[in-house]
């Protein structure tokens, strides 16, 4: 279902019985989405543990420098995309709450919300800052994997710096490992952003 569809839909007067069992099923295909968001962290999972059992092995056997500095760019990398998938999931995961509220409030349903969801606009706005700037981090479940595929980064690098520092490339890794931290810490902000502006342009279909 699209943007587009939805805001067709939830325009109209949800008193027709009509238009109010069609909301009705969005509501559910968007509480199912929910639901399905949370679950795509763990289908990146399965390549993780290869990576890092890689990386393991790299550390562990005499491989030559150009062989090791390639294998831990793959590891960082591999790491660094779950840190954007993570934050993008998040996000995602946030307009669909956002789309969730809007359709909850025209069905005037809003009572029964979650006591933790936001319900008005001024609401998501308020929750996803940090210190006035927008940020958008992802639901708890997500958040832990976002969490750990950065520790990752960070236990890479290090073990490279304590391991490996006359590696040919040494430098290379590190400050790749570093930038991608900085990304990945300073990405809910991009978000955020992208977040407000949708609420600001839902704002005042409540």
Not at 73 to 84: E, N, P, T, Y
Not at 180 to 185: D, E, F, T
Request: glycine letters at 6%.
């Amino acid at each position: 279902m699209t943007k587009q569809n939805v805001d067709s839909v939830v325009s109209k007067s949800c008193t027709n019985p009509t238009v109010k069992t069609t909301a009705e099923n969005m509501h559910k295909l968007f509480l199912e989405a929910l639901r399905h968001r949370e679950q795509e962290i763990f289908q990146y999972l399965a390549l993780l543990a290869p990576a890092l059992g890689g990386f393991i092995w790299l550390i562990h056997k005499k491989v030559d420098d150009d062989l090791f500095v390639v294998g831990t760019l793959s590891v960082i990398f591999l790491l660094f995309v779950g840190v954007i998938y993570s934050l993008s999931l998040g996000y995602n995961y946030r307009y669909l709450t956002l789309q969730l509220a809007k359709l909850e409030a025209r069905l005037e349903v809003t009572d029964f919300m979650l006591t933790g969801w936001p319900r008005t606009p001024e609401e998501f706005l308020s929750r996803y800052k940090f210190m006035s700037i927008p940020w958008c981090t992802p639901p708890e479940i997500i958040k832990i994997f976002w969490i750990a595929f950065m520790v990752g980064i960070v236990g890479v690098t290090d073990a490279v710096s304590l391991l490996k520092p006359d590696v040919k490339g040494f430098y290379f890794v590190v400050i790749t490992g570093i930038v991608s931290i900085i990304i990945g810490l300073i990405s809910p902000i991009y978000y955020g952003v992208k977040l407000s502006k949708k609420i600001d342009l839902e704002g005042d279909k409540f």
